[in-house]
């Protein structure tokens, strides 16, 4: 297995670490922002960490990009559910990642903010080139990929091309018995 033309089973423990710090962007059911920063903050934390100059311009960039400019000085606790998933996937693109995991982005979310961020999602792949991995449990959020893999047990029992169909992911399950 290789990311960004990294194999990974040939690098050793410090070059995975910074691997995942530097080309994977996590986004989490529960956001995971720090409660006392602000929006810009935890966007760019990461890149902070990692003693990047320019990290501010970076995470505001950032969060123009999924709509929240005009919320840089928020906490988290003034933040809608939707935006503070927002501040989190600015966080995780951040640091130019190849790969953004998402382990139920929209679980924790109202259906309308749920479809913002699934939308979103669906442009960090298409529009700014990142390999988007979501996993859900939502047909209907599973409808904005370009890929459904289902996994029962453990094991892979599908693995289908998407044809932008909001029926598609649903009728799938169906078929494999998950729903």
Request: aromatic share 4%; charged share 25%.
């Amino acid at each position: 297995m290789s990311i960004d033309g990294h194999s990974l089973t040939a690098l050793g423990d410090d070059r995975l670490t910074e691997l995942r710090r530097r080309r994977i962007g996590f986004v989490f059911q529960f956001f995971n922002l720090i409660p006392v920063l602000g929006a810009l903050e935890n966007a760019s934390l990461p890149l902070r960490l990692d003693g990047v100059r320019d990290a501010n311009a970076t995470a505001a960039d950032w969060l123009g990009k999924v709509g929240l400019a005009d919320r840089a000085g928020a906490r988290p606790d003034q933040l809608s559910g939707g935006q503070q998933q927002r501040v989190a996937i600015a966080r995780a693109l951040s640091t130019d990642p190849a790969l953004v995991l998402a382990d139920e982005p929209t679980g924790n979310l109202d259906s309308r903010s749920a479809t913002e961020v699934a939308e979103l999602l669906r442009r960090v792949s298409a529009d700014w080139g990142r390999t988007v991995l979501m996993v859900t449990h939502d047909p209907r959020i599973a409808s904005y990929a370009g890929r459904l893999v289902l996994m029962k047990d453990g094991l892979m029992i599908d693995d289908l091309a998407l044809d932008g169909s909001r029926e598609a992911p649903r009728a799938a399950l169906e078929r494999s018995g998950l729903l």
